[in-house]
Nanobody, 124 residues
């Protein structure tokens, strides 16, 4: 059974940083692209960032480019999202997801497995 478990969310002031982690089990992690999405209240779930199988290829939403960094450790079956210079508009539930594609994708429909999410709240 595939499980994706996010952690690292919390409450932070604007300008602060958080590091999200997503631990995967039940799949061959190194053969899955990994993505982060977020969903704010009343809004659709949106793409944040994605990383390919070995971490060489990454993608970012324009809204987080230059502030967020995605990385992965295949030995630990874990993907990370380092979030710096956080803004109140980054407030959302953040989800990690796994996709069989070698190339990172921003298409939510391409992802096969999803975590339960972790809340990130940025105060002004």
């Amino acid at each position: 059974q595939v499980q994706l478990v996010e952690s690292g969310g919390g409450l932070v002031q604007a300008g602060g940083s958080l590091r999200l982690s997503c631990a995967a089990s039940g799949l061959t992690f190194s053969r899955y692209g990994m993505g982060w999405f977020r969903q704010a209240p009343g809004k659709e779930r949106e793409f944040v960032s994605a990383i390919g199988w070995i971490g060489a290829n990454t993608r970012y939403a324009d809204s987080v480019k230059g502030r967020f960094t995605i990385s992965r450790d295949n030995a630990k079956n874990t993907v990370y999202l380092q979030m710096n210079s956080l803004k109140p508009e980054d407030t959302a539930v953040y989800y990690c997801a796994a996709d069989r594609s070698r190339i990172p994708t921003s298409d939510r429909a391409e992802y096969d497995y999803w975590g339960q999410g972790t809340q990130v709240t940025v105060s002004s």
